[in-house]
């Protein structure tokens, strides 16, 4: 059992929020409440969705400043973690033909979850949902831990394919017809042929390694908030906070709660955080 020193009080990242974070050290087990707005998973134009990307960070309570923060490393095997049934693991899996998967990353690329929504729809509230991650190098109960957990609103970018060649005539040159590039092309390359739109002799041959369309990905929903730069901030040694500045006043940054750039959204503070103290009698 634990001891919680430092009760959490509810975060934002934009309009994610992490609240009721607790700790299992023997299970090695992290549980909280996630929510945030304005979710979506279609299967129509856009063909896309949003999804929360969450991960955590530790080190031992009272660490010197130079001590580095530990990455928590995410299980692989779903069946180890508690999802509601509203929700399920993604990753990028650009072997398929969107370039989406379900399932978490395989190692060394297991250092978080991605979590979207499970069926198809428009949620203008997404949660509250909560969420039981097992980490594979969370200390046990007899080591005294200082915890954070972090969420990040990300958009799903399937893969996609683009046209290659002239639409309409163009002054003093010839101009090809348009080839679309499909998402067959990205997956399995083969060699495409253009030619004039004039019906002229000359070809070119597009070779199979050329590049057709782009692989998935995953973009932030919202540009990043001085609020979120300050949690990264404070999760790296003092040493590594100042080295790409001159300064070196600035050892520790707190979250203002402005939103850089951004107008009209919630601003983010610090993330879901917890100290835990070893078990007692």
């Excluded at 059992?1 to 009721?20: C, F, I, Y």
């Excluded at 990028?92 to 969107?98: E, G, I, L, M, R």
């Excluded at 597009?206 to 979120?228: D, H, L, R, S, W």
Aim: proline share 7%; net charge neutral; glycine share 8%.
């Amino acid at each position: 059992m634990a001891l919680l020193a430092l009760t959490p009080s509810l975060v934002r990242a934009n309009a994610l929020t992490l609240s009721a974070l607790s700790v299992d050290q023997t299970a090695g087990t992290v549980t909280f409440t996630l929510q945030w707005s304005n979710s979506w998973r279609v299967n129509t134009l856009p063909f896309n969705w949003d999804a929360a990307w969450l991960f955590v960070k530790f080190r031992q309570c009272g660490a010197a400043p130079t001590t580095d923060w530990t990455h928590g490393i995410v299980n692989t095997t779903v069946a180890s973690h508690t999802l509601p049934a509203a929700l399920e693991f993604t990753k990028v899996d650009n072997s398929t033909a969107d370039g989406s998967a379900s399932g978490i990353d395989a190692a060394p690329n297991n250092l978080g979850a991605m979590v979207r929504q499970s069926t198809v729809g428009v949620y203008g509230t997404a949660g509250p949902y909560v969420i039981t991650l097992k980490l594979d190098n969370l200390p046990g109960a007899a080591t005294t831990l200082d915890l954070k957990v972090f969420g990040i609103e990300m958009v799903f970018v399937p893969k996609g394919q683009f046209t290659l060649g002239e639409q309409g005539p163009c002054i003093n040159y010839e101009y090809f017809n348009k080839v679309d590039i499909t998402a067959a092309d990205v997956v399995a390359p083969t060699s495409l042929t253009i030619s004039p739109a004039s019906g002229g002799a000359f070809t070119y041959t597009v070779p199979a390694t050329y590049p057709k369309g782009y692989n998935a990905f995953y973009c932030m929903k919202y540009e990043i908030t001085q609020g979120q730069y300050a949690d990264f901030l404070n999760t790296l040694t003092a040493a590594a906070q100042t080295a790409p500045t001159t300064p070196t006043c600035c050892r520790t940054l707190t979250p203002i709660g402005l939103p850089l750039l951004t107008l009209g959204r919630p601003p983010t503070f610090t993330p879901l955080h917890i100290r835990i103290a070893p078990a007692t009698l």
